[in-house]
């Protein structure tokens, strides 16, 4: 077989085959090499109108607004959470990874009554048993949920557990960091009080910026709640509001390749245009993986088009730390594993990628196997199933 040389993107950087931070496309790094005052005018201008186009792709227009927040995608989920739970509210976490577990942690902090619904990291969340915990603790004010749980790239019924809690009479608050703008999430369909996510995920932004998209009712009624001023949300959307400004020192070359890389969302068809392509990334990986011998962890049925989970392979000739280094060596970045059910590592399918890159990656892991002498990816098996 042919060695496949060393594929770089067009600034010579790695493709990032990861939850984030992502591959952007050149003209969203161009975008940033400017600086900007807070008050320039145009500056205001391009703030308003992302704020503008946010709320548009969650269907928002007319119910919700939207506030944006220095700071990486956990910011935005620590401002919501503390700012929307009241001090005397109770909130029901549903989880199934790392990052619904990082709610219950930014509760702790905040001295926020919770209560945790748990599934295990490869089972979706479910909706049945959240209405039982709905209907018996009438405590619980709000309900925190994670849209695609990027620990294992699980879809969760965010449909349904919308439909729960609406009926239940509860808020929604969602995480939908690595959904957001590639999987249809629309506020007139589905319920929600809050969701937030970030620039640099499925919107192709520089990192540094998140944002919530409030139902307006709901954000006005959380005034005075904000455990913290700089994670104040109420009060940066009234400032925003006021004058259009940033109460403190915007990320003014973040705004400018966010403003880039929404234009390059909507060109792309929006979210069907967007999530079109993740879906044949993930296509083209899943299958190229299994004609490897790889095992994803999840059945195609409960799989988001954003990041894949495969099992890690038993051959003892199979070192993770090899495999990833000759990866990276060759322009590709895997990234490892974050699962207590089975050991992993995770490949992404978001970001500037396309067909061909995913096609390099796996030529990349074909070559890499080879080097390596592997010859089995199939993985560690629990002994009820030898038999076979
Ligand atoms: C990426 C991500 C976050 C935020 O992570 P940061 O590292 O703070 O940007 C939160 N939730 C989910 C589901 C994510 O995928």
Redesign the pocket.
Known sequence: MPIPSASFSPTGDPWLLT??PLTTSPSVKEAMLHDLGSRDHGFIEINRRIRERLVAIAGGRGSHVCVPLQ???????EAMLGNFVPQDGKVLIIMN?A?GQ?MAKICKYHRRFMRILETPEDRPNDPAALDRALAEDREITHVAA??????SGILNPIEAIAEVTAQRGRSLLI?????FGALPLDARKVPFDAL?A?S??CLEGA?GL?FCIARRSALEATEDNAPSLSLDLFDQWQAMEKNGQWRFTPPTHVILAFDQALKEFEAEGGVEGRGGRYRENCRILVEGMRALGFETLLPDSLQAPIIVTFRMPVDPRFDFETFYDALRGRGYVIYPGKLTVAPSFRIGCIGRLGAAEIRGALAAIEVTLDEMGVTDCSPYRPLRRTGS
């Open positions: 939850p984030g700071g990486s995608g956990t910011f935005a989920v990874g990052y990082r994670v849209h695609c749980e990027t620990t995480d939908a960091m690595s959904a937030v970030s640099n995920k990192p998140g």
